[in-house]
T-cell receptor, first 115, second 117 residues
């Protein structure tokens, strides 16, 4: 079974440039998550999708972040960073969304450096 | 708000010895779950073990066991017979939400484990 795929693995951009990150979850996984992991910290949830609907985006800085999962499969996270603090690793995760499955499977992440 | 605390920024252990990584949590929910993830230098988060709040027995997965003390709100990870490949960051996390379809994870700050020969 293929794991969660993410691309690109690394990106360097200047402030106010736009960038898009792609995630393809494990086949059949209904729930998809985007996490932000700042250096030295644990991951923090940005947004959670259930199929193609948003479940939780309360911690997504909507002035410069957006995400979509139009067909309920792969997802795109778009960032137009205004702050150097947006430099982080962006992790995508998915899970089956069943009563028997709590485990979230993570992708390798995309490391964003804002200059 | 739910919170996870990992007080050990770094731990050292010799190969083949056991090590305990500490995790305490704070929640007002009766139903919750606790996870441990390993993050090697490659960056990917690897699931290790899960403990549900209603599970009567401590979870075990191979060399990993979770020492769950509900009254103390602690969920320490025990790694037996450490191996060089265990060197990594270890994160404790809590599942928020009662519905299995809405499993937001809240992570601690992590503990870096270094296993020496």
């Amino acid at each position: 079974e293929a794991g969660v795929a993410q691309s690109p693995r690394y990106k360097i951009i200047e402030k106010r440039q736009s960038v898009a990150f792609w995630c393809n979850p494990i086949s059949g996984h209904a729930t998809l998550y985007w996490y932000q992991q700042i250096l030295g910290q644990g991951p923090k949830l940005l947004i959670q999708f259930q199929n193609n609907g948003v479940v939780d985006d309360s911690q997504l800085p909507k002035d410069r972040f957006s995400a979509e999962r139009l067909k309920g499969v792969d997802s795109t996270l778009k960032i137009q960073p205004e702050k150097l603090e947006d430099s982080a690793v962006y992790l995508c995760a998915s899970n089956k969304d069943s009563a028997q499955s709590y485990e979230q499977y993570f992708g390798p992440g995309t490391r964003l450096t804002v200059t | 708000a739910q919170k996870i605390t990992q007080t050990q920024p770094g731990m050292f252990v010799q190969e083949k010895e056991a090590v305990t990584l500490d995790c305490t949590y704070d929640t007002s929910d009766q139903s919750y779950g606790l996870f441990w993830y390993k993050q090697p230098s490659s960056g990917e988060m690897i699931f290790l073990i899960y403990q549900g709040s209603y599970d009567e027995q401590n979870a075990t997965e191979g060399r990993y066991s979770l020492n769950f003390q509900k009254a103390r709100k602690s969920a320490n990870l025990v790694i037996s017979a450490s191996q060089l490949g265990d060197s990594a960051m270890y994160f404790c996390a809590m599942r928020e939400g009662r519905n299995t379809g809405f499993q937001k994870l809240v992570f601690g700050t992590g503990t870096r484990l270094l296993v020496s020969p």
